[in-house]
Structures are given as structure tokens and as C-alpha cells.
């Protein structure tokens, strides 16, 4: 019997759809954070914390939870250092602490809101007058220390979301670079709560605008897993169109833009030009140019249009054609090689320690996509690779965005070639109990679970693939000069508004 | 090559597109609003400065494409600036969380007058989804004086420039 197994022994599971919840004794819930990969998720509701384990290695997935007594639960920080921000969020929304927890300083209470503990069973008292956050000390930055401190944000000086980052510098190098976020914390689990999954998917597509379709396919995967169905085939099928057309999107919009911070603009006017093109097909295929509200729990709202898949094919043809010659640039124009190369290094091992996914995970050697393990409708009747990469840097994360577009790009040709005929959605019956699911956003994969108490939601979280990018920009930022920061972030493209939630 | 690229490009002409006009009642509504020393110190331009006040991201996409090669914003004096100190426009987006009020009002406080602010997206109008959360104050006008609303969930970029235009028509007299 595994450890694992002799830790889940005697533990009860309870019925969660399509992978089990555990609940554990404190001793058997930090067991399990030391036995298994490293946890993708903590949260909470008003008397459990819960931990989302997705292990590929020992395909196993399950989520463990403990109960919160006196108000405290076993830290799990301490063994797994991604634990320590979702402690802090758990700490503010519910009030649970972390017992010997590395950090207990406030995360997304800004000392901001009416309230604190907004999702406790009964909300906390009006919080004390906002003090000035608190960072982490770094030898040196100290009054009369030989490091000067560089604050930047919340309002940043460009068409970018908000957040602040504390630069500790020596000079030009950065030291160490500390993010404060939160504040686009718009309490999306608080509106999700009583509200039918049909009526809650408005908020799972605006979790982090850019990833909309993802978001709402792993939302409505949670939903329809917790209802016991599945939605039909040409519903998946056009789900993946569409998810497949927003990591086209998102990519050439985000490789426009990284070279352009490496002074590299006619890439950019390049890559603007065909991701406009691409979002114009898909307002005539899909209605929306973001494709915001067609996927619903049950299928999607709306069938492609005629004429759709054309505008679509030929937007794509037309990028495809022009990729090869773009993509040359990374080595034939030696400035941009110069940014790109060895800029913003993702230590060795963070991106397994972390469970990083998406381009910053794979362009760090983490071979992993939602898309492949665990699966879901349709990716199992397709063919794809996945591009990994060990450098870890900057050009490395461009070069993995290159090799997924071509990638993405095939499989819409693929899908549209073959719809399947049928409906595109059907009735979610009026249900409880839980679900879990996972999509892979053009960030890496995204989690969903929820609990459904007679067609309500009861409790939800949502895992943004992100929670996991943040601390990498962190490790893989010191060293770097401040002018490379944004490079290196833009590099990155982690979620503010997915982690603020 | 770069080169080549930038030759076939020049062989081709220009790809930004033509505009239609905005509104007259929306420019005559925007026109009354503006006093005529701020037409005369300001011209045909406007400076422009973004403010994430909690958006979801969707909005930012599509004032990025504002200034891809399609719609190219310069072309009618609308810039993008880097800081509010430089900015006529202050293009606010997002429901207002809470925990973004006192940054988005030291923003706009920062800006020299005359400035207008906009309110770009539902979020921006009224909170929109996000509308009676604790966490947000419910749109723009909830924190600072909003002189334009440019409705949508994103608005396209089509939209958010023929309101920037109206702005720049009524701004012109
Ligand atoms: S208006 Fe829509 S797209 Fe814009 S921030 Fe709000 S939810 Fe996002």
C-alpha cells in the first residue's frame, strides 16, 4: 500500500464529482502535503480548509480537508511554500489560521472593506483604519542600509491591471522584488454564493477577462460534474474552438507585446494586426470578440454562425502564414536575442515546487497541461503537442508561446473540420452536491469546485493558474536590472484580477 | 528580415481604417461641458492615461487594440501617456473596488485641469456584475466626477474611439 493510500485509509470520502473529497485528521492532513506533489489550491468555507491535489506522477487527484477548530487549522506552509499566500487569502475572507503558518500578514484585506472576514459564517467587525503594508525585510534595505527601495504601483504606468511591487535595489540590480496584490479583489466568491451555476457563470467569465472562455469551461466542467452530466459533444467541441481561439488571441497579443518591451516594435504592429483579425472572426463566428457568456454549465449559448468558421480559418491561414518569418526574429535580430536571452531565469525546481502550469511552467521544464492529464472532451480525440523547455527565461517563455500558437492553430483547423451535429446544451437539473473542474487557460490550468445545495451554490473556489506564477516573477526577478522588470512580467502575464478574485 | 517586412509593408499603404464620425448630439452634449479656455489651451489632442480601478482584464485588451495598426489612436491626436501629471483624459475601468478608491482619486487628483474623466465599461458605469459587492464602491462616479460613460462588457475599441472622438470634437469647439 502506498503512503498515500495508508494516509487516505479510514479517512471518509465525500461524494464530489469527478474526483473524491477527503476529510482528514490534522496529523493525516500535513501527512498528505509531504507524501503528495505539491498542492495546486488551499481554501475554505465557513468550517473546513480544503487542499486541491492534482499529482500526475501517481495519477491522483482528490481534495483533503480539515476541520477548522477554535478557529485554527495545521499550516501547510511550512512544507509547501506555495501554501503561504492561499493561508494568507484564507485568513482574510474566513478568519481561519494557519497554525505555524510562515506568514501571517494580511493578503487581500486592505482594510478596505465594510466588513472583515466577508465570507465567515457571520461576517467580522468594520476593520481598524488601513495602516501601510508590511514587507518582507531584506538585508541591507534597512534605514541607512546599502539597498534603496523602489515602490511601484498600485496605478502602473501603462494599460496594465493594478498591484504593487517593492523593489529592494543595489544599485540597478534588484535584489529582491516583493508583490502586494489585492487590489482588484471584487468579492467574486461572496456574489457567486446563492446563486443558480447558470446565474454565477457572468462571474467565472470575468475572473481574469483574457482567459473568459477557460474560466467559463472549467466552471461549467465543476458544475455539470456536480450535477451528474455532461454537456454534448458539439458543445465540447465548440468549447475548445473557442478555447483554442483565445490562447491564439492571447498569445499574439502577448509575444507583440513582450518584444515590443524589448524595443522590437514592428513585431508588434505584426502581431496586433493579426490578433485583430483573429478577434474580428470571432465576433462573426461567436458573436463577441472575447467570446464572453457563450459557454454556460450545460454546453454554450450560441452555435458557430455561418460563415464563422470561414472568417475564422481565414484569419488563422493568414497568420500561420506570416508566423515563420516573425518567429525568425528571435534569432536573426540581435537586440531582441540580447532582452530575451538568460532575462528573468525561473530557478531550477521552483516550477515543480510551485506546480507552475501554462508557458511559465513548461518554459521551466514543468511538462504539464490540463489539456493531456487529466483530459477532458474533446482533447482526447485530438492530437497535440505539448512544448517544454528547460532554459526558464525570458526567450524560452516566447519561444514555448510560438510553438503552442502553431499548435493551437491546427487544432481549430482540426475541430472545424469535424463538428459533431447534435445540441448545444442541455437542462442542468436542480442538483446538490460537489464538483471539480479543470481547464487549461492560455495560463496554465485552471480549477474550479464547487458545492451545490438544491441548484445553489453553497460554497466555490476558484484556482487561477496564476497563484502559482506570482512567487516564480518574484524568484526570477532578483538579479535582473529594474529596466527588465517589465520585460520579464510582461514575460510572465500573470492574472491580477484571477488571484484577487 | 526586418527589412523586408517593413518594405512589403510600405508597398501595401497604410492598414489603419477610416472612421465614422461620431454623433452630433453626443459631441453637442460633451461640447456644453467644456468651457472655452480649455479648447483654446488644448486643440485638437488629447493625452491620455489609463486607470485599472479593478477591472476583470477584458476592458484592457481592447484599449491595447486602440492602438494596434487598425485603429491606430494616434493618427487623431489621442495618446496614450505614462503618467497622470501629463494626461487630459483619465480612461478609468472596472467596478472600483474598495481596495482601489484612495489610488484611483490620488490618480485623478494628480492630473493638471481642465481633465475629463471616462468611464470605460459596465464595470465603470455602474459596478456592472460586480454591482452590491462588499468589495467594490459601484463604478466610477462612486469615487470621482465622471464626465463621460462609454457602456459595453468590453466596449469594442470601435466604441471607446468614437467616444474619445466625441470628446476631441467637443474639446476642438
Ligand atoms: S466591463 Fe466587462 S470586460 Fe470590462 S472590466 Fe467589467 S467585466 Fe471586465
Redesign the interface.
Known amino acids: 500500500m502506498s503512503e498515500i493510500e495508508t494516509i487516505l485509509r479510514g479517512a471518509e470520502p465525500v461524494p464530489c464529482a469527478p474526483w473524491s473529497r477527503y476529510v482528514l485528521n490534522p496529523a493525516s492532513w500535513q501527512a498528505l502535503a509531504a507524501a503528495a506533489a505539491p498542492p495546486m489550491a488551499l481554501w475554505a468555507d465557513t468550517t473546513q480548509v480544503h487542499a486541491l491535489y492534482a499529482d500526475e506522477a501517481r495519477n491522483l487527484i482528490l481534495i483533503a480537508s480539515c476541520a477548522v477548530q477554535n478557529g485554527r487549522y495545521p499550516a501547510l506552509s511550512p512544507l509547501r511554500p506555495g501554501a503561504r499566500w492561499f493561508e494568507r487569502m484564507i485568513a482574510d475572507l474566513w478568519g481561519h489560521a494557519a497554525e505555524g503558518g510562515v506568514d501571517a500578514r494580511p493578503w487581500l484585506d486592505?482594510g478596505?472593506?465594510?466588513?472583515t472576514l466577508?465570507m465567515a459564517a457571520r461576517p467580522g467587525p468594520p476593520p481598524l483604519p488601513p495602516e501601510p503594508p508590511e514587507f518582507l525585510p531584506v538585508p541591507g534595505a534597512e534605514e541607512g542600509g546599502d539597498l534603496h527601495q523602489v515602490p511601484v504601483g498600485?496605478?502602473?504606468?501603462?494599460?496594465?491591471?493594478?498591484g504593487h511591487f517593492r523593489f529592494s535595489c543595489l544599485g540597478e540590480a534588484v535584489m529582491r522584488m516583493e508583490a502586494r496584490l489585492?487590489?482588484?479583489?471584487?468579492?467574486?466568491l461572496?456574489?457567486m454564493r446563492g446563486k443558480s451555476p447558470r446565474a454565477a457563470a457572468?462571474?467565472a467569465a470575468?475572473?481574469?477577462?483574457?482567459a473568459?472562455v477557460a474560466h467559463s469551461i472549467a466552471f461549467a466542467r465543476a458544475a455539470e460534474a456536480a450535477c451528474g452530466i455532461e454537456a454534448p459533444p458539439r458543445a465540447a467541441a465548440l468549447r475548445a474552438v473557442m478555447a483554442e481561439v483565445e490562447r491564439v488571441a492571447v498569445h499574439l497579443?502577448d509575444i507583440g507585446?513582450i518584444i515590443n518591451d524589448a524595443a522590437f516594435s514592428?513585431g508588434l504592429?505584426?502581431f496586433?494586426?493579426h490578433?485583430?483579425m483573429v478577434?474580428r472572426a470571432t465576433a462573426a463566428a461567436f458573436g463577441h470578440?472575447?467570446m464572453?457568456d457563450v459557454v454556460v454549465p450545460g454546453g454554450v449559448v450560441t452555435d458557430i454562425a455561418p460563415g464563422g468558421a470561414e472568417a475564422l480559418r481565414e484569419a488563422l491561414r493568414a497568420a500561420a502564414d506570416e508566423m515563420p518569418?516573425l518567429a525568425r526574429?528571435q534569432d536573426?535580430?540581435a537586440s531582441l536575442a540580447d532582452r530575451l536571452i538568460g532575462t528573468g531565469i525561473v530557478p531550477p525546481g521552483m516550477a515543480e515546487a510551485f506546480a507552475a502550469g501554462g508557458t511559465v511552467g513548461r518554459a521551466a521544464g514543468r511538462d504539464a497541461d490540463a489539456r493531456r492529464w487529466p483530459g477532458y472532451p474533446p482533447y482526447d480525440t485530438l492530437s497535440f503537442a505539448v512544448p517544454v523547455r528547460t532554459e526558464g527565461d525570458t526567450d524560452a517563455r516566447v519561444r514555448v508561446r510560438f510553438a503552442e500558437l502553431e499548435q493551437s492553430m491546427a487544432m481549430i483547423q482540426a475541430l472545424l473540420a469535424r463538428l459533431p451535429e447534435g445540441p448545444l446544451s442541455i437542462a442542468l437539473p436542480t442538483a446538490s452536491g460537489e464538483g471539480i473542474g479543470v481547464a487549461e487557460t492560455f495560463r496554465g490550468d485552471a480549477w474550479h469546485w464547487l458545492r451545490l445545495d438544491h441548484g445553489a451554490i453553497a460554497a466555490s473556489f476558484v484556482r487561477d493558474p496564476s497563484w502559482a506564477h506570482w512567487p516564480l516573477l518574484e524568484a526570477a526577478v532578483q538579479d535582473i536590472v529594474v529596466a527588465d522588470f517589465p520585460l520579464c512580467n510582461r514575460s510572465f502575464n500573470a492574472?491580477?484580477?484571477?488571484v484577487d478574485l | 528580415?526586418?527589412l523586408r517586412?517593413?518594405a512589403r509593408?510600405v508597398l501595401r499603404g497604410p492598414?489603419s481604417e477610416k472612421l465614422a464620425a461620431p454623433a452630433p448630439a453626443t459631441v453637442g452634449e460633451l461640447a456644453a461641458r467644456l468651457d472655452a479656455a480649455s479648447q483654446a489651451r488644448l486643440g485638437r489632442s488629447l493625452a491620455i492615461r489609463?486607470?485599472?480601478?479593478?477591472?476583470?482584464?477584458?476592458?484592457?485588451?481592447?484599449?491595447?487594440?486602440l492602438?494596434?495598426?487598425?485603429?491606430d489612436l494616434e493618427r487623431f491626436g489621442l495618446r496614450?501617456v505614462?503618467?497622470?501629471r501629463h494626461a487630459d483624459v483619465l480612461l478609468v475601468t472596472?467596478?472600483v473596488?474598495?481596495?482601489?478608491?484612495?489610488?484611483?482619486r490620488a490618480?485623478v487628483a494628480a492630473a493638471p485641469d481642465p481633465k475629463w474623466v471616462v468611464a470605460v465599461g459596465d464595470c465603470g458605469v455602474d459596478g456592472g456584475?460586480?454591482k452590491?459587492?462588499?468589495?467594490?464602491a459601484g463604478g466610477v462616479s462612486a469615487a470621482v466626477p465622471v464626465d463621460l460613460v462609454i457602456a459595453g462588457?468590453?466596449p469594442?475599441p470601435a466604441q471607446v474611439l468614437l467616444g474619445l472622438r466625441a470628446l476631441l470634437e467637443a474639446n476642438a469647439g
Open positions: 486592505h478596505r472593506w465594510p466588513n466577508p498600485p496605478i502602473h504606468a501603462g494599460i496594465i491591471e493594478p489585492g487590489y482588484t479583489h471584487k468579492g467574486t461572496g456574489l457572468r462571474f470575468r475572473l481574469s477577462g483574457d473568459t497579443g507585446a514592428l504592429a505584426r496586433g494586426w490578433r485583430e478577434l470578440r472575447l464572453m518569418a526574429f536573426d535580430v492574472a491580477y484580477s484571477g | 528580415m526586418p517586412h517593413i509593408a492598414v489609463h486607470v485599472d480601478a479593478g477591472s476583470c482584464n477584458g476592458c484592457e485588451l481592447e484599449l491595447h487594440a492602438q494596434n495598426i487598425v485603429y496614450f505614462a503618467s497622470p472596472g467596478p473596488t474598495r481596495n482601489l478608491v484612495e489610488a484611483l490618480t456584475v460586480f452590491g459587492s462588499y468589495a467594490v462588457c468590453p469594442t
